[in-house]
């Protein structure tokens, strides 16, 4: 009897085990962005004390995991216009441009309240580190190929 009831109770509490702590913010990121996200979120953490988890896969699977509700807090895509359609479905902001090479490049917030200061930060950060923009190959907001 006792087996059985601890069982349940351990399977009960493995949902939480897959999850972020609150004060991690979660981003999601198509192929192309992930090098220049890698660098910076490595960074970021060394720079702010902040935690970033960040997960890799393509527009199609990670556009559909955010649609069914997969609890990322930003997404950074190839496609954009998979960040407009999870906006027109009502999951998240207007998309905003973070950089620009062929086309411009952005970024989607997907939550509100304290989850969305923490992404608020992260673009902070990001905006005050143009050299790694640069670096990765962008253009940024404002300047040549980004003149949109």
Do not use: W
Not at 103 to 110: F, I, N, S
Not at 123 to 137: F, S
């Amino acid at each position: 009897m006792r087996l059985p009831t601890l069982l349940c109770l351990s399977l009960l509490a493995l949902p939480g085990l897959s999850q972020a702590t609150p004060d991690v913010l979660r981003v999601a990121s198509a192929h192309q962005p992930m090098p220049l996200l890698e660098r910076l979120v490595d960074q970021y953490q060394l720079d702010t004390g902040n935690k970033v988890l960040l997960i890799e896969g393509n527009d199609t699977e990670l556009g559909g995991e955010i649609a069914q509700g997969a609890a990322f807090d930003m997404f950074f895509p190839d496609d954009q216009a998979a960040a407009a359609q999870l906006h027109a479905n009502g999951r998240g902001e207007a998309p905003a441009t973070y950089a620009c090479d062929a086309q411009a490049r952005r970024y989607l917030v997907l939550v509100e309240g304290p989850r969305h200061a923490l992404a608020e930060r992260f673009i902070v950060y990001l905006r005050q580190h143009p050299e790694a923009l640069r670096q990765a190959g962008y253009a940024l907001p404002g300047e040549g190929s980004c003149m949109r």
